[in-house]
């Protein structure tokens, strides 16, 4: 509305002729106003992303499963060999997850896929385990509204010992 009103009181300065160009100036403030509105929505998506991503961590650091797999999609076709795997490396040792960047590859409505940098390293337990850093494709989908995993797929694994 704001802007209604500047562009109002600019177009009340100049002659009728040149409105035509003035009125222009409308098309170029609603792309920007589109852009940032559009720029502000994937800063806000940005930060719902990387609650789920602490979440997520701060879950299976605390090695709390329940709380981990409330990080995933219910309809996850990942579901049960997440939980499954999950149970089994708690039981085994103690691994420490840490994600060290990600990104979004892609943002659309309720389905976004994000690249993700994480290094698994053992802290304890009797299993067999090579450190590591994974190279992961996540995908995301809304479940009432809010952001889960809905499958991750390794991209690339480098053993770190």
Request: aromatic fraction near 10%; glycine fraction near 2%.
């Amino acid at each position: 509305m704001f802007y209604q009103i500047a562009l109002a009181s600019i177009i009340a300065l100049f002659s009728i002729e040149s409105l035509p160009t003035i009125a222009s100036a409308t098309d170029v403030f609603n792309s920007r106003y589109e852009r940032d509105s559009s720029e502000t929505k994937e800063v806000e998506e940005r930060a719902k992303i990387q609650a789920l991503l602490d979440e997520n961590l701060n879950a299976i650091n605390a090695e709390n499963v329940e709380r981990y797999m409330n990080t995933m999609h219910p309809d996850s076709p990942q579901w049960e060999i997440t939980e499954q795997t999950v149970l089994y490396s708690i039981d085994l040792m103690d691994l420490r997850y840490e994600v060290n960047d990600w990104e979004i590859v892609e943002l659309m409505g309720d389905k976004a896929q994000i690249m993700a940098t994480q290094t698994t390293t053992k802290i304890g337990g009797d299993a067999q385990f090579r450190d590591n850093q994974l190279i992961v494709l996540h995908t995301l989908k809304k479940y009432k509204g809010k952001w889960k995993f809905w499958t991750s797929e390794i991209q690339s694994i480098e053993f770190l010992n």
